[in-house]
C-alpha cells in the first residue's frame, strides 16, 4: 500500500512539476510576476484550481479586486496583444501589456511605435489603438464601473522616450499608478457582483 502511495504521489510531483517548467517562462516574461509574485501561488491558480482572478498580494496592496488575462489574434492566429482586465475599487484597469527588451520610443497619436535593440530597429503597432478597440468591448461587458487604459511595458526596457498623453509604465510601478487612480470609489460588492454576473453571462 505504501509502495503504491509513493507511486502516486511520484507521478504527481513529475506531472505538476513538468507543468511548472513549461509554465514558468511564459509567467516570468510577463507583467504577473508583478501582479502575483509568487509562482507557486501563479501556477496553484492557473493549473490547479484554473481561476486566476485574485491574488493574495494584489489584495493586501489594493484590497478587493478580481481581474481576467486576454490575448487578441490577427488572422495567422499570432498573438499581436495581451491584455489584463483588473476590476478593483477604482474601476476597471485596463492594461495593455508589452515586453519589448529594448528602448521603445512614440507618441501619442503615432501608428506605429520603435524598438531599438542591438542596432536593429523593430516596428510595432501603437498599443493604445489596439487597447481603444479592446476599450469599447470591455465596457460592454462592464458597464457599470469607470474604465482606465494604461500600457505595462517589461521593467528591463527603456521607456524615456515615449512621449504620450496617457499612462505608459513600468510592471513594477502598475499598482502605484492603481491606487493614484482618481475615478469614484467602487463598494467591494459591487465588484464582486459585477464580475460574477460578466462571466456568468460570457
Known amino acids: 500500500m505504501e509502495v503504491f502511495l509513493l507511486s502516486i504521489i511520484t507521478a504527481l510531483l513529475v506531472v505538476y512539476g513538468f507543468k511548472a517548467y513549461r509554465l514558468y517562462p511564459s509567467y516570468k516574461h510577463s507583467i504577473f510576476p508583478d501582479l502575483i509574485p509568487s509562482f507557486l501561488e501563479y501556477f496553484y491558480r492557473v493549473t490547479i484550481r484554473k481561476d486566476a482572478s485574485t491574488s493574495s498580494f494584489l489584495k493586501s496592496k489594493i484590497g478587493t479586486h478580481r481581474m481576467t ?33 529594448g528602448t521603445v520610443s512614440g ?24 487597447s481603444d478597440k479592446y476599450a469599447i468591448l470591455v465596457k460592454k461587458k462592464y458597464p457599470d464601473l469607470p474604465l482606465t487604459q494604461y500600457v505595462a511595458v517589461g521593467n528591463d526596457s527603456d521607456i524615456s522616450k515615449v512621449k504620450c498623453d496617457f499612462i505608459v509604465c513600468h510592471n513594477n510601478e502598475m499598482i502605484r499608478h492603481l491606487l493614484e487612480a482618481s475615478t469614484p470609489y467602487v463598494e467591494d460588492e459591487k465588484i464582486i457582483e459585477t464580475f460574477n454576473n460578466a462571466n456568468k453571462n460570457a
Not at 507618441?107 to 531599438?116: A, E, G, L, P, Y
Open 107 to 130: 507618441q501619442t497619436n503615432d501608428k506605429h511605435w520603435f524598438i531599438r535593440r542591438e542596432n536593429q530597429t523593430v516596428k510595432i503597432a501603437n498599443p493604445k489603438i489596439e
Open 69 to 101: 488575462f486576454t490575448t487578441l489574434q490577427n488572422n495567422d492566429h499570432k498573438i499581436t496583444s495581451r491584455f489584463v482586465i483588473l476590476l478593483y475599487n477604482k474601476g476597471i484597469a485596463l492594461i495593455s501589456c508589452l515586453d519589448p527588451k
